[in-house]
């Protein structure tokens, strides 16, 4: 909030107020989702939900095994460019293994 003072010709003082509403928009999220194959070991892909996605054992043999039992899961919900990182993350250490596992972001 400011107020600009100035006189008018009666020698009154003129206020002038302005408020901008805060910007507060939220960003928008996108889940990271990892899809089941017949091929990529189930023991990289905990390992990967580990180095990644920073989950500890038991909750990446958790997200392995829905996957694995799914088809799909999701390893985490993040901001567009984390997504985004995580995707490239895991598809390059798929790539570099080669492994066939596939990883896709989605807009929440
Ligand atoms: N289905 C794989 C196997 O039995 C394991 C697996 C789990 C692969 C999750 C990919 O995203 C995946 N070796």
Redesign the pocket.
Known sequence: MSEDQEDNENGQGVGVVTKTAPKTKRPSLYKVM?????????E??VWLLQAVFKKDAEEAVQV??H??NNGV?ICGVYTYEVAETKVAQVMELSRRNQHP??CMMERE
Not at 34 to 42: K, S, V
């Open positions: 990892l899809l089941n194959d017949d091929y990529t070991p189930q990289f892909v392995m095994m996957v694995h899961g596992l596939q």
